[in-house]
Structures are given as structure tokens and as C-alpha cells.
């Protein structure tokens, strides 16, 4: 979904910056492209990015956890369990959220899996991100692993915008026009 964002934010003529995880998918010329292997890293460059950013559109599914201690080799089979210790990561978002300046536009994502507007409409309040994307797992040909996805569009003033099962190259479409209508960008 990154990739399908940043992409038609270039088309559009922006001057676009693509932090992003660990991925195959091609990334179009023109497109400044900062590649990242763990949630520090992508939390260190969103970080050192935001302030000269006009809009940040946050659609990375970073893991909300990470091993506390990281092996430098194998850890070979010795009993029947094991048991690892996970530490937070860093809220991109919410961090994101409370240095946000006048005249930014920072949107997020939320992908759930249950109670899906109410943890959506609570992550748009505590982030303090403008507009909020859900996606959910539930619905079938959207999320990881497919070219589709469906989303809901919330915002601060509880206007909700929901859109059908389209290509992500159309769901990118769509969350552009979304922001350019409360941005005037």
C-alpha cells in the first residue's frame, strides 16, 4: 500500500520520500527511497523526515513488539520451550503526533481485527493524526498478501468515507483526493 502512495503522490508532482521495510515490490524512479529492517530504524528516519514534510501518510504494519535481545547466532534445540521476552516498539504515529506543526497533515492507518471503528476512531484521538485509514483482515481480498484492499476514511469531526474492495492503485487514488480535499494541497 506504501508503495501504490507514494507512487501516485509522484505522479501527482510531489516531491515524495518512501521510507520503507523490508520489501520486493519495485519502487518507481523519482521516487527518494530510504530502505529499513526493523521498527527503530523506520521510527529514526519517519523522525528525522517529519519536520520538513508537508503530509505523512503512515501506512506501514510495523510489529507493535520486538525481542527484548536479538541472538547474534543460532539458539540451538535444548527444551521442549523457549520462552522470549518482547519489549514495545517505538508508536511511529503517536510520536509522530505530538511534533506535528501547524500546517502538517499526518495520517495513519489501523489495521484491525476486531471492534474495528471504535480501536480506529480511538487510535485517530490518541495519535493525534488527522485523518485515520482503517483496513481490516476481515475483509476478504484486503490487507497483506493481495493488489486490493478496502478501506474507511475517519476524521476529527467524525465524518466517515467508506469505499468498496479496489486495487490498491485506485485505494491510493482515493487517500490522495481524501487528503488534497482537506489539505487544498
Not at 523526515?49 to 547466532?73: G, M, T
Not at 543460532?74 to 519489549?87: F, G, M, Q, R
Not at 516498539?89 to 489495521?111: E, N
Amino acid at each position: 500500500m506504501g508503495i501504490a502512495l507514494a507512487e501516485e503522490a509522484y505522479c501527482r508532482g510531489a516531491k515524495v520520500t518512501l521510507v520503507l521495510g523490508p520489501s520486493e515490490e519495485p519502487v518507481p524512479q523519482g521516487i527518494e527511497l530510504v530502505r529499513v529492517q526493523t521498527a527503530n530504524e523506520m521510527f529514526e528516519q519517519c523522525s528525522k523526515r517529519f519536520p520538513n514534510a508537508h503530509i505523512a501518510i503512515l501506512s506501514a504494519a510495523v510489529a507493535d513488539y520486538a525481542p527484548a535481545q536479538v541472538a547474534k547466532e543460532k539458539i540451538k534445540k535444548s527444551d521442549e520451550t523457549l520462552t522470549l521476552e518482547l519489549k514495545k516498539t517505538p508508536d511511529i504515529l503517536k510520536y509522530l503526533g505530538t511534533v506535528k506543526k501547524k500546517g502538517q497533515f499526518l495520517a495513519g492507518f489501523a489495521l484491525e481485527t476486531h471492534n474495528e471503528k471504535e480501536n480506529a476512531l480511538k487510535k485517530l484521538k490518541q495519535k493525534n493524526a488527522d485523518i485515520i485509514i482503517l483496513n481490516s483482515l476481515a475483509d476478504k481480498g484486503a490487507g497483506f498478501g493481495h493488489n486490493s484492499n478496502k478501506i474507511t476514511i475517519f476524521d476529527n469531526e467524525g465524518k466517515e468515507i467508506a469505499f468498496e474492495l479496489k486495487s490498491k492503485k485506485q485505494v491510493a487514488k482515493d487517500i490522495l483526493d481524501t487528503i488534497i480535499s482537506y489539505t487544498h494541497a
